[in-house]
Structures are given as structure tokens and as C-alpha cells.
């Protein structure tokens, strides 16, 4: 059926796609489209991927990327645009994974953390309780460390000089 009417031309004894047919095409296009739509929009992974993981699902379809600019350069324009739709999807598949790290929903909680506290259940700060507390801290205090030094010509050198006095000349 010569790939839904597509131009085949023989070469040996492979088949090369010259060109395919433009319902091959839309279809491929709208695939990648729904692809990256949902790599970037869509719910992530129920389970967090590992760093690792997703370094090298990325580091493939980096690599797809420069195969397929290889291909392009030396002229296999076809090969070089299955390769770089592969490597699309490819990123696409490394955002996916990655999402489940970094977005509100699909699991980014760690099993270890706890469920987030409903606001419902906490009626929010005792500002009384507050204001007890604050009372405590405003009282006069003496200043810490031994009352001896208080009294010792260097520290009233320095309270001398600290109020405006002349301190040591």
C-alpha cells in the first residue's frame, strides 16, 4: 500500500520515504502538539521520578537532538525528521517525569511529610496568649554577668563614654 500512498523509492535494498502522504503528516504534527501540550499542562507521574531518571531520559533526547541536526546537515532531511520527533518526544517524556518534583499535584508530597493541616481546624493565633508573653519580655532588666565589674574603673570608663562622657583621656 506503499505507506498510505507515500512515494517510496527503492535504493538497494532499502525503501526510502521521500515524502508522506499529508494525512501521515497531520497526524504526526498533531501527535507531537498533544504530546508537548500534556509533557508541559497535563498531571505529572503519581510516583516522583529519581534525578537520575529524568538526567537521562534528558541527556537521550539532547542526543537525538544532535543526531538528527547531524542527519539534517549531511543532507537526510527525512531521517533527520524522525530523529528530532523522536528526541521531542523524548524531552517531553523527561518534563513529564520531572513534573511530579515540582507541581502541586500527581505526588509531589513525600510519603514521610504529613497531610496538610485543613485551615478549618485551626482558628488561627492566640493573640492573647501573645500579648502575655510580649508583656514578659518588656519588663526592666539588669544586664547580664557579674555585678563586680559594674563597679571596676574600666567599666565605668566605658559607661562614660557609651553616654555621651568623656570616658579616658
Not at 2 to 31: E, F, M, N, R, Y
Not at 86 to 106: I, P, Q, Y
Not at 113 to 142: C, I, K, M, T, V
Request: hydrophobic share 45%.
Amino acid at each position: 500500500m506503499a505507506i498510505l500512498t507515500g512515494d517510496l523509492q527503492p535504493v538497494g535494498d532499502w525503501l526510502l520515504v521521500a515524502s508522506l502522504p499529508l494525512l501521515v503528516k497531520l497526524i504526526l504534527a498533531v501527535g507531537l502538539i498533544v504530546s508537548i501540550g500534556l509533557a508541559f499542562f497535563g498531571r505529572g507521574p503519581s510516583r516522583p521520578a529519581s534525578r537520575r531518571l529524568v538526567a537521562a531520559v534528558a541527556g537521550g533526547g539532547m542526543i537525538g537532538y544532535l543526531v538528527g541536526l547531524h542527519a539534517a546537515i549531511n543532507g537526510r532531511h527525512a531521517f533527520a525528521a524522525a530523529v528530532i520527533a523522536v528526541a521531542v518526544e523524548t524531552m517531553c517524556l523527561a518534563v513529564w517525569l520531572a513534573k511530579a518534583r515540582s507541581d502541586g499535584d500527581g505526588g509531589s508530597r513525600r510519603p514521610d511529610e504529613p497531610e496538610p493541616a485543613d485551615p478549618g481546624d485551626d482558628p488561627g493565633p492566640d493573640w492573647d496568649d501573645f500579648d502575655r508573653q510580649r508583656a514578659l519580655w518588656s519588663r526592666e532588666r539588669e544586664p547580664a554577668g557579674p555585678k563586680a565589674y559594674r563597679s571596676t574603673p574600666n567599666a565605668q570608663r566605658l559607661r562614660g563614654t557609651a553616654r555621651g562622657g568623656a570616658g579616658r583621656r
